[in-house]
């Protein structure tokens, strides 16, 4: 964890420190999202990882509502209620358009068998932004600054090693490589973490954010990894 003195870090210093903080701690270091970039996991493997996920989008709308009910200022509402309706009207869809592209049907998606480690992860995540402050949920987001290279790895290497998966269910990830998808959710989030974070507790409280979800992230594929790789000779129900 990043020790911060008494004073307040200019915010482009605290911004290039969170980076530096989590550029090692991203997800995109992980064994199983090796593999993915790799072209090494099965049909099945790429399946379980795509139902697991899912439990993790789903519940994305219901975290920014959580926010959303914290949060006392307006200004900050209206610009992160973008995200519900993002997710709402068309993120999650996109989602389950992937899971029917690599060979799932809805049902299996939508009520997948999730591995109780991804539950509890996820519904941990949900619970902290409903009871901690609102700026602790909206800095739960600042993994954002890492998530473009994950998600250009992602695409280039299931559209170039993964033949088999259909064109269409690339769609959520050219989306949120889009101005509309991440790069809008972001500069959001940097305004509003500038306007309000104003003191030292402040900051931390945004490292304690990114600490937490950096672990979350790596948690869904270390057991989607040991589930579905290391166990049963890689086998998976999905096969």
């Known amino acids: 964890m990043i020790e911060l003195g008494s ?10 420190t969170l980076k530096d903080f989590g550029k090692d701690k991203y997800h995109i270091h992980h064994p199983f999202h090796r593999l993915m970039v790799e072209g090494k996991l099965t049909p099945g493997q790429i399946r379980a990882w795509v139902v697991n996920r899912f439990y993790y989008q789903r519940i994305l709308p219901m975290k920014d ?13 209206r610009i992160w209620i973008k995200r519900i309706l993002n997710h709402d009207n068309y993120g999650i869809e996109m989602w389950i358009k992937l899971g029917e592209a690599v060979g799932l049907n809805r049902e299996q998606i939508v009520e997948g068998n999730v591995l109780p480690a991804v539950r509890f992860a996820v519904d941990t995540y949900l619970n902290l ?9 909206v800095a739960t987001t600042l993994t954002e600054l890492f998530a473009p ?12 090693k993964y033949p088999w998966i259909k064109p269409e269910g690339f769609e959520y990830f050219e989306w949120r490589l889009s101005q509309k998808g991440i790069s809008e959710d972001f500069s959001g989030t940097i305004n509003i973490l500038k306007s309000h974070v104003k003191s030292p507790k402040d900051q931390m409280e945004c490292i304690e954010a990114l600490s937490f979800k950096l672990d979350l992230l790596w948690s869904l594929l270390d057991a989607v990894y040991y589930e579905y790789i290391l166990k049963n000779d890689g086998k998976t129900p999905y096969d």
């Open 7 to 16: 004073s307040l870090l200019p915010f482009e210093e605290f911004i290039n």
């Open 65 to 77: 509502a959580a926010i959303i009910s914290n949060c006392p200022f307006p200004e900050v509402r």
């Open 129 to 137: 932004c409903k009871h901690r402050s609102w700026i602790y949920g």
């Open 149 to 160: 290279q994950a998600i250009e790895e992602r695409i280039v290497a299931l559209k170039d």
